[in-house]
């Protein structure tokens, strides 16, 4: 059913959860997953000009290549093929053009489920990828305890449904 999966990390602990998962499905159906970092330059746009880019970017970099390693560190846990790339751009939709780009079967990313203002204020790229992206995603719910959104996300129980 599943030939290449995506899992876009941020390289947080909580989003190995997600990485996990993808493995795991891979793992039982004999799929390729493919790791991607997205590194948000815009993010620092607005950084005083005697800032050091090259610094910054070198840092950002340096996170998304480590994420990357520990995202085929947890394939190799599971006995699966993983290839990485880092991306540069906005993360959603650099995520929605690989998966689109390399023929992905699926992709399974983390959430933090915040709803309400939260997500309101923060937004949310799984938000978008789920919005934008012809392939079907399946988000795994990652936070710091646990904790669960007292507002699920309808586009979230309704992919996890269809894909189990």
């Not at 950002?60 to 599971?78: Q, S």
Request: net charge negative; with cysteine.
């Amino acid at each position: 059913m599943y030939d290449r999966i995506l899992v876009p990390t941020d390289g947080s602990t909580e989003t190995e959860r997600a990485v996990e998962h993808a493995a795991e499905l891979a793992a039982a159906h004999g799929a390729e997953l493919h790791g991607v970092y997205v590194v948000n330059s815009a993010t620092f746009a607005g950084l005083h000009m005697e800032t050091s880019w090259e610094g910054v970017d070198e840092v950002l970099r340096d996170e998304g290549e480590t994420a990357l390693d520990r995202v085929a560190a947890i394939a190799a846990e599971y006995g699966v093929e993983c290839s990485s790339q880092l991306l540069d751009g906005s993360p959603s939709k650099r995520i929605v053009e690989y998966a689109e780009r390399e023929d992905c079967d699926l992709v399974v990313m983390g959430t933090h489920g915040r709803g309400g203002i939260d997500r309101l204020l923060l937004g949310s790229v799984a938000e978008g990828v789920v919005r934008a992206c012809s392939v079907p995603v399946l988000t795994v719910q990652v936070g710091d305890d646990g904790e669960r959104s007292t507002e699920p996300e309808s586009e979230s129980a309704a992919t996890e449904e269809s894909v189990t």
